[in-house]
């Protein structure tokens, strides 16, 4: 297997300005970073398209840069435009690649080495921050994914949502990395290309392009509802699924509750169902370091899954596409930090 390229590019490029996400192939041709001249010198790192679905975070920057068309921007940016064959085809990521947003901590592949050099790249500019914009397939609120605790973190998070979620694993996602050497987060913004997600966005970038320097405000846990990510529910490949509004659930191993994704972010009590299930068939419930905790988390008796104590779900999703690419969501409960 051959290396990805990648293009580094001065500016940010007119065609790019009225381009749709499936047509950047024409464009890029490949993974690009762009570098854009700022007022503020220090430049922010923003990475957009790691899954190819999701487009919010190009739609935002295109309007960023039509304000700053010909004119130096508020701040330089470094803006890393990643899996553009995927976005040209509208998938999270393409057959036969590896999901971009798990190719951060090491490995063998080319997507590896690709990963690798942009970091090195990115890194020796000392960014002042890393952005990284995604988009989800449920209704959940807007909120950040930090992987760090320390002021200028907690601040950076709180300028995008008071709904923050701390999590290090999977340590292969761009902005676990990341966190290594700057402050960082993943920011979760909704249905792709929904227009308040793509406002919510811009404003959010603008302003950290607008200043000087990260705040370092005190945080408290009255200013924040922060959590953490204790399982990820998966189905396994063997196990068919359904939705109960389905004809097909009848037949299914699992059938999941047709309101699932609108549990999001809400606290489930002990006995909450979830779905249920036919002969053996389970749901793999995997924590951080991918050990499994159905006994601890979902109990299975008259064909019911309940859970077994309270938790808070997000990203829960009922795109089936995206269930078997990732996951159903993931389970969290409060966390302190003070």
């Known amino acids: 297997m051959g290396n990805i390229e990648f293009n580094i590019v001065d500016g940010f490029p007119r065609e790019l300005l009225s381009c749709p996400v499936g047509d950047l192939t024409s464009i890029l041709k490949v993974p690009t970073l762009i570098e854009v001249k700022g007022v503020h010198t ?156 793509v406002s919510h966005i811009t404003s959010f970038l603008s302003d950290l392009m607008h200043q000087h320097e990260l705040t370092l405000h005190p945080i408290s846990h009255r200013d924040i509802d922060l959590y953490e990510t204790i399982a990820r529910l998966v189905i396994p490949d063997a196990v068919s699924f359904a939705f109960s509004h389905e004809a097909l659930s009848q037949n299914a191993d699992i059938v999941l509750r047709s309101d699932l994704d609108c549990l999001n972010f809400s606290e489930l009590p002990p006995g909450t169902p979830i779905g249920e299930f036919r002969g053996q068939s389970r749901i793999s419930l995997q924590d951080p370091d991918g050990g499994y905790l159905e006994d601890d988390y979902l109990d299975y008796k008259d064909g019911q899954i309940r859970l077994v104590q309270l938790v808070i779900p997000s990203m829960f999703t009922l795109n089936k596409e995206v269930i078997r690419q990732d996951c159903v969501g993931y389970l969290m409960v409060p966390k302190s930090f003070e």
């Open 42 to 197: 220090q430049p922010l790192f923003v990475s957009i398209l790691l899954h190819g679905n999701e487009h919010s975070g190009f739609l935002a920057l295109q309007e960023l840069a039509k304000k700053f068309v010909d004119q130096l921007w508020p701040r330089s940016l470094i803006i890393f435009i990643g899996n553009i064959k995927a976005a040209a085809v509208n998938q999270r990521h393409l057959l036969h690649q590896p999901d971009y947003n798990r190719i951060w901590g090491g490995g063998a592949l080319p997507e590896h080495d690709l990963a690798d050099a942009i970091v090195n790249y990115v890194k020796d500019r000392s960014p002042i921050a890393c952005v990284d914009i995604h988009n989800n397939t449920g209704k959940n609120p807007h909120y950040g994914c930090i992987s760090r605790l320390d002021q200028a973190t907690l601040n950076l998070g709180l300028m995008f949502s008071k709904t923050l979620v701390y999590f290090t694993k999977p340590h292969t996602t761009l902005s676990v990395r990341f966190s290594h050497y700057l402050p960082s987060i993943t920011i979760e913004c909704g249905l792709s290309g929904d227009a308040l997600s």
